[in-house]
């Protein structure tokens, strides 16, 4: 109680609440133009932090994080590029219910299921910051190996059509993602002689040239034709709302998994959103609608990844171990105020510790209010005929792909691999498991090396696989993700008297 006056003092400083919202409001705008991330926009305002108070640094920085996670997904709704890679799955259902005249719908949903998804994982930030970093500990290189194992079962799901192809998908996902230095071995792979590939193909370059370029190059094939307008509604907000009430456990579960997926250093948004998105696949009863326009896929989506925020803070408060880029920003902000985070950060800066953790909260609600005016607004870009629109998008992805690591190979990349997905999609391909599995496979090669090495040294790589109870447990739930759809499949098949091909 000795603190409440101080925490108090803080949260309503006007200079601190007026940074607060333009934070916010900042990180929406800046989250929504693709290439542009969160990380990038910390990373921009650093600098200017050395100069302000211990709290109203970190109050503007979290303010910035959560508006950056939440704008990504606009860009993702309106014209299918993930403003960052925590709205790769928003995509899947997102871009359909505008292509339908429902972008109103899906930005509202969006706006709802990120304001609650982000205030339960600030809540869990401010209840369970010890229990849950204790839990992030006992993780080591075998458990990191099965969650991408886990993850990438999620191919099955996202195959639409074709799970040949999906698998072909991911194959392709997973070279793209050894391009680089070896995580293990230090070996260059596949470089060709360019030092700016000795860092790998940057993963807003990837996302934009798979979920972008082959949309921009059919707006140009069909440059007769527009995009229709946004028909305006009335009640959308109470509509959506009441609608979510109906469906508490995808709130629930994907805010669990955003939550958790937070904790674990360096999985990030992105895997929280995918893997609740394929949770929400998985539990429904009607399977066959996603990806075409079910907004429970966007409620999934959006939740989770903005409650891994929240998660991502966890292990960088009581361990000084950033869960995810943003939160890394962050870290550097604390130790340029002399801040160091760790185990006695609750005991010797406690009042800025809560102070923190509460306006977290409150940047969340302040997100979800401006998301839900601004929604009908930006839904306006949608009736921009498509010979205004299509190079809007080209200039908009080729500055953020630039301004990555400033390198012109970037914007090569950028073209060359827009048109090979261009022509990956025309024959079926889907750019959701290729982008799973470009994700993953660095993450799952990097946990299979360092298995080996401590496997190696301990004389037993098979008990560091097979007998760690974590890893038990991650391993039935792969096999589980893996043989489900095939089950249920054939169940569908048979029921419907067809043949199993």
Known sequence: MELLPSIIGSLTDPMNVLLLCLGVLVGIIVGALPGLTATMALALLLPFTFTMMPDTSLITMGGLYVGGIFGGCISAILINTPGTPSSIATTFDGYPLARQG??????????????IGGVIGGIALLLLTPALAKWALSLGPPEYFWVAILGLTMIATLSSGSLLKGLIGGCIGLLLGTVGISPVGGESRFTFGF????????????????????????????????QKTIKKEQGVIKNIFFYMIKKPFIIIRSSIIGIIVGIIPGAGGNVAALLS??????????KTSFGKGNIDGVMAAETSNNAEVGGSLVPLLSLGIPG??????ILGALMMQGIMPGPNLMKEEASLVYTFLISFIIANLIMLFFGLIGSKYVGKILSVPNYYLAPSIVFMTIIGAYTIRNSLLDITLLIGLGIFAFLLKNIGFHPAPIVLGFILGPIAERGL????????????????????PITIVLIVLCLISFIGPLVSSWVRLKKAGGNIK
Not at 199 to 226: H, N, Q, W, Y
């Open 449 to 468: 090396g360092q298995s080996l090495l401590l496997g190696n040294a301990s004389g037993g790589i098979a008990s560091l696989f097979f007998s760690r």
């Open 277 to 286: 998105y394929d949770a929400a696949v998985r539990f429904s009863k009607d």
């Open 324 to 329: 995810a880029p943003p939160a890394a920003i």
């Open 102 to 115: 429902k972008a109103s719908h899906a930005l509202t949903m969006a706006a709802l299921s990120s304001g």
């Open 195 to 226: 030092s700016a590939l000795q860092s790998g193909l940057d993963m807003v370059v990837v996302l934009i040239a798979f979920f972008c370029i082959p949309e921009v190059i059919s707006m140009i094939e069909s440059k007769t034709r527009s």
